[in-house]
């Protein structure tokens, strides 16, 4: 099932998740639902606040920017090291038609568990260690214009409450 993603700033984005007890049915249900919904939004990554459930729940498939990259579903990820540097253009689900540079670390190694409630360790490059280290701020309450001038955070404040507005209108006047 698609899911609907919520669009910053919403309060529910700058809320700490919490870690899964048992990767169970339930959790194996979200995850169906957050590749769906990344998917269908053509991102890669996705992250369970972002679809209002506050759990430590993230999936990534940076395949179309990574060739031999495939799809990955991560339960309370961990990043264990971080290292080098690099400078990313990124945007969010949450921050639809917005695009700003962040600086990250390059490469990231981290421990989750997989569907099966098996523990994993990961060791990223390029977009998929980008992606983890947005998608883990995402659990933490941080989306990627907090790394930015409040400045630029505060234009694309404006945007997005115009961008609310508009969807609210077209909400309540659907066209003919
Ligand atoms: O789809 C996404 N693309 C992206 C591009 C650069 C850096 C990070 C990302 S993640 C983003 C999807 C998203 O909002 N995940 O939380
Ligand atoms: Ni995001």
Same mark, same amino acid.
């Given at each position: 099932? #698609?899911?609907?993603?919520?669009?910053?700033?919403?309060? #529910?984005? *700058? *809320? *700490?998740?919490? +870690?899964?007890?048992?990767? $169970?049915?339930?959790?194996?249900?979200?995850?169906?639902?957050?590749?769906?919904?990344?998917?269908?939004?053509?991102?890669?990554?996705?992250? @369970?606040?972002?679809?209002? #459930?506050?759990?430590?729940?993230?999936? !990534? $498939?940076?395949?179309?920017?990574? +060739?031999?990259?495939?799809?990955?579903?991560?339960?309370?990820? #961990?990043?264990?090291?971080?290292?080098?540097?690099?400078?990313?253009?990124?945007?969010?689900?949450?921050? +639809?038609?917005?695009?700003?540079?962040?600086?990250?670390? @390059?490469?990231?190694?981290?421990?989750?568990? $997989?569907?099966?409630?098996?523990?994993?360790? !990961?060791?990223?490059?390029?977009?998929? @260690?980008?992606?983890?280290?947005?998608?883990? $701020?995402?659990?933490?309450?941080?989306?990627?214009?907090?790394?930015?001038?409040?400045? *630029?955070?505060?234009?694309?404040?404006?945007?997005?409450?115009?961008?609310?507005?508009?969807?609210?209108?077209?909400?309540?006047?659907?066209?003919?």
């Amino acid at each position: 099932m #698609v899911r609907e993603i919520l669009i910053w700033p919403d309060p #529910v984005l *700058k *809320k *700490k998740a919490s +870690p899964v007890a048992k990767v $169970d049915d339930s959790i194996r249900g979200l995850i169906d639902d957050l590749f769906e919904t990344m998917y269908a939004a053509d991102g890669v990554g996705l992250a @369970a606040p972002q679809v209002g #459930v506050l759990k430590n729940v993230i999936v !990534l $498939d940076t395949s179309p920017r990574q +060739p031999e990259a495939r799809p990955v579903a991560m339960v309370n990820p #961990v990043i264990l090291s971080l290292e080098g540097a690099i400078t990313y253009s990124e945007g969010c689900l949450s921050i +639809p038609g917005e695009a700003e540079d962040v600086d990250r670390a @390059a490469i990231v190694t981290v421990e989750y568990l $997989d569907a099966d409630g098996q523990s994993q360790t !990961l060791r990223a490059e390029g977009l998929l @260690a980008v992606a983890v280290q947005h998608e883990t $701020d995402h659990l933490k309450g941080t989306v990627f214009v907090d790394h930015i001038s409040s400045l *630029k955070r505060e234009l694309i404040r404006k945007r997005m409450k115009r961008l609310k507005a508009e969807r609210a209108e077209q909400r309540e006047a659907p066209p003919a």
